[in-house]
């Protein structure tokens, strides 16, 4: 059940990240054209709000706000477990030499170029398949091997530190659901972190602090989320490449 | 070909036959490999455009009786005619209206055939036909070198080629899963009038919980997925299309409770596996594993991640909402469909502790697993099943073309 709230989550956090990085691409593009006169013109074109600009531009707002309010949604519902989870493996993967789990991608993209090779090599030899499923029973034994190596120094003192160390994602599910920052002991204002309760704030808050912090919360998500509690095969996607 | 001799030439395909209340009705005669000839004539052209008209419309009506439709899909080139007939030149055959009109009618019949009524997961025809236009133009062959060339002139790419057959189908299968509610729906009503009893959702359940539609509906949601990563960033060419079916689909899911569904189910598999221990034991959980309630989250990321239309991509998230529970699927016909868990967000007081959690119980009072679970985790590496992988429906393709 929590898989499928991490799985949200993480999508959910990967597009705000682009979206963020988009919006951040195009300020920079009028800022860096600020002399120009003609881009005054369609700034102020784009300021007027019966202007088509704009209009695309609060629907494209309103889908970031969407997406901010069901992260606060899942946040709100599930939080603690997907933070728990997140800390575990992020406090694994900060322990290791980061090169067990660095390896994974390389060895996808191996994976991938042959994968794409099978495709025709499936419709003239079925035994080709086998060769596949070895390469992901392969796959999956080294993750395993990983994680176990990991988890039997999980509570080492080291370790039992590190889990009290503050992550940026505990700020932000601080700001998604207040009730969390008591349960994990943060307070108002600590680390420039302010919590508040009226909707419309909150919602700027979290797409502001995503924005600020987005480098440091997408390395806490997507190297936990995605080579830690993910690592089930799904050779649906397997057949893709 | 003279009209006296095309009569003739259809009887040797068609029979009149008497039904259970003794009406005459026109049936195909058991003889697949006669009507694959006249397959073969129609796709080759060798009979007129008043002949082929006339053709098309004998086919529909045949096709409306169940009989005539298995035996249809058991002629060897049947995949050929409806590729051809999904490709038809529009300054040819396809600039009557008529024409248009018959062809989405026999397509609408093959695709509520293969979805909701076979049990012989036919939903890989299906899938054959949206895949079909890469085959034809790798190898082609008597029956469709003229598609092939029609289809190479269209479109450049490979990638694209495949596509075309799917862009085609989206409507009529759209189509098919709302007559389908729709009818689903009246029965329930005619029935409760009849009975003087209120409509129950136990009723709707016991209609929609046919055996035939769980494995089929489910492998057609599980083939989207892999065709929605295959296109990735080309969804953006085609994005109104493919959020308005995936908002439908949705909602077809939901109401029928398919939605919910975790089989196979999402475990863990043990550390140590080898690929014979795989195929042997392992393969049906690692394959999609999680179900259609994965899948669906992966199509709705996957597209969210790659088109652009801002409303339409917001009503995906609110499909993603009511998905976890967190929220009513205010879009679906049927008042009456009442979902334990849903309404989070309306009620917070009052609403279940887990409403993800009591959606799947539901999902799974609805379609026992004992009764599922054989039809959902079908191996796809064992030899009998190998033809219904996406990517070996060539096998099965090629085969047929052999036989013609």
Redesign the interface.
Known sequence: MLLIYEIVFNGLFKLIYSEVNASKVDSSVIRGSENNKETDEVQKANEDPNGFASLDGSSQNKYSDELVLLLIEIISFAGLAINNTLRMHHVSDTNSTRGCLNKKPMNQSISKRNLGETEIRYKNNFSAIKLELEKVCEYHGEQIRQIKKQETNKFSDNQANRLNKKLKIDELFALCNPEFSASKGLKSGSAGLKITKNPREILVAISAFIQIHREELQSEINHTLKYSSLKIPRLVTHYNH | MEPLTYRAFIRTVVQVRKNERLEKIPVLRKDPKAIGLVFEKFMRRQINFSERKSFLKELYVVLGYRYSMKIFVTVPNYLHLLHDLLNLDPNGDASDGDVRATVQKILRKFINFALFEDDQQRVFDLIALIEFSSYSNSIPLRATEQISKRTENLFESDQKTVSQNFFKLLKPIEFTMKEYREKSQKKLLEESKMNSEIMTEKKLESYNTKKSIVPNICQFV?YL??FL??IGATIEQDEVQIVQFISNLFDFLYETQILHLIYPP?K??P?????NV??KKY?SV?????GP???M??II?TV??NAKI??E??GL??C??VL?G?QKNDRTSDPNVSRHGSGM?DKPKDGPP?P??ELMISAIKRYPGSEVKKDMSTS??D?AN?DK????L??KVIFERLLC
């Open positions: 599980y997925e892999y990563l295959k999402m863990s598999i550390s140590e596996i080898n690929s795989l195929m393969e690692c394959h999609r594993n999680g309630l994965i899948s989250l992966t990321f969210l991640r801002i409303p991509k917001v998230l609110k993603c909402a976890l967190l967000k887990h993800l959690k796809l590496v030899s190998a992988l996406p990517d070996l060539v096998q």
